[in-house]
């Protein structure tokens, strides 16, 4: 609109998950295929979750277009508690790493 002094983005098409279904899943899928995804949830899981379990994950995201929606719960990483222990305490509240 001319003259108009308010900006309105484009709003970014995403399909959730649990309802993706057709073309439109597989695009969103195609999102998390990438190298990117693999590399900063490999650096996210580091050692907190077991590789066997990043895989499984890794696997069941792969497949996910063929994911019945009785077993969503597959996309839970499981983590043992034991690592948990080990994990760094975050303050709660917002933080910038620095």
């Given at each position: 609109?001319?003259?108009s002094s308010?900006?309105?983005?484009p709003q970014q098409q995403t399909?959730?998950?649990?309802t993706s279904a057709g073309a439109g899943?597989?695009?969103f899928l195609r999102l998390f295929r990438g190298p990117q995804?693999?590399?900063?949830?490999t650096e996210l899981a580091g050692d907190v979750v077991e590789p066997a379990e990043r895989e499984r994950?890794?696997?069941t995201v792969d497949a996910l277009a063929?994911?019945?929606?009785?077993?969503l719960d597959a996309l839970n990483v499981i983590v043992d508690p034991r690592?948990?222990?080990?994990?760094?305490?975050i303050a709660p509240g917002i933080w910038l790493a620095g």
């Amino acid at each position: 609109m001319a003259g108009s002094s308010t900006y309105d983005p484009p709003q970014q098409q995403t399909t959730p998950i649990a309802t993706s279904a057709g073309a439109g899943s597989r695009r969103f899928l195609r999102l998390f295929r990438g190298p990117q995804y693999l590399r900063k949830f490999t650096e996210l899981a580091g050692d907190v979750v077991e590789p066997a379990e990043r895989e499984r994950f890794l696997s069941t995201v792969d497949a996910l277009a063929d994911l019945p929606a009785g077993d969503l719960d597959a996309l839970n990483v499981i983590v043992d508690p034991r690592a948990l222990e080990r994990a760094p305490v975050i303050a709660p509240g917002i933080w910038l790493a620095g």
